[in-house]
C-alpha cells in the first residue's frame, strides 16, 4: 500500500526540481563557472523535504537535463551539460539536498523553526552541505583545466584580477570555491533558510504539505 504521504512528496520533489532549473536561469557568467542561484532551489528542497526526497528532487533535476530539458543554467539541457566542466557540480546537487535536509532535521526539531536560531541553523546546514559538492566541482574543473588553454588563461585572468598567485590548484580553487561562497551563503542559502516557512504554510493551505 502507498504511504498516502508519498504522492504529495513526489508533487513537491517533481515542484522543486523544476524551481532549481528556472533559478538556474538567474545567472551572471563571468566565466566558464556562472554564478547562478540554484542553491536557493537545492537548500529549500532540503528544508521542505525528508533527505530522500530532497536527494530525489535533484535526481529529477539532473534527469530533466539529461533528456534534453533545457533547465541547466544558459536554458542548456542534453547529456552534454552533464560531462562538461561543470559537471562535478551538477552531479553532487542530490548530495547536497539530502545532507542539508539530514543536518536540518539532526539540528532542529522543527526544521521549519521561524526563529532567529531557526535561520542560522538553516543556513549553516546548507553551507556545510554544499562542501561536497564545491569539492567535487573543483576537482572536476581542475581536470578538464589541464590541457585547455583557454580555461587556463581564464583562471589566471581571475587570479590576478583578485591578487592570488600559485600552483593552478591554488588558482581554481579560489576561482571555482572560495569565489562563490559569499553568493551562496548571503544570498542562496539566506534567502531558502529565511522563505522555507513561508513557502511550507502556503503548501499546507494547499494540502501538499503536512
Not at 533545457?70 to 566542466?85: I, K, T
Not at 585572468?157 to 551562496?184: A, E, H, N
Request: glycine letters at 8%.
Amino acid at each position: 500500500m502507498v504511504h498516502r504521504e508519498q504522492p504529495r512528496l513526489l508533487l513537491l520533489a517533481s515542484s522543486l526540481a523544476l524551481l532549481t532549473g528556472l533559478c538556474a536561469q538567474v545567472r551572471v557568467q563571468l566565466g566558464p563557472v556562472p554564478y547562478t542561484m540554484q542553491n536557493y532551489g537545492i537548500a529549500l528542497a532540503g528544508y521542505l523535504l525528508p533527505p530522500r526526497y530532497a536527494a530525489l528532487s535533484q535526481i529529477l533535476y539532473l534527469l530533466l537535463i539529461l533528456c534534453g530539458a533545457p533547465l541547466a543554467a544558459g536554458l542548456r539541457g542534453g547529456v552534454g551539460v552533464l560531462l562538461s566542466w561543470t559537471s562535478g557540480y551538477l552531479l553532487m546537487f542530490p548530495v547536497m539536498a539530502y545532507l542539508t535536509s539530514h543536518l536540518t532535521r539532526l539540528l532542529l526539531r522543527n526544521p521549519l523553526e521561524e526563529s532567529r536560531r531557526g535561520v542560522v541553523v538553516r543556513v549553516l546546514t546548507a553551507s556545510l552541505a554544499e562542501v561536497p559538492l564545491l569539492l567535487t566541482g573543483w576537482l572536476t574543473f581542475l581536470l578538464y583545466t589541464v590541457g585547455n588553454p583557454g580555461l587556463v588563461t581564464w583562471c589566471q585572468r581571475v587570479g590576478t584580477l583578485l591578487g592570488v598567485s600559485g600552483s593552478l590548484y591554488v588558482v581554481t580553487f579560489v576561482t571555482c570555491v572560495l569565489i562563490f561562497l559569499p553568493q551562496d551563503i548571503l544570498i542562496d542559502h539566506l534567502l531558502a533558510a529565511v522563505t522555507a516557512p513561508q513557502v511550507a504554510r502556503v503548501l499546507r493551505k494547499w494540502g501538499l504539505l503536512s
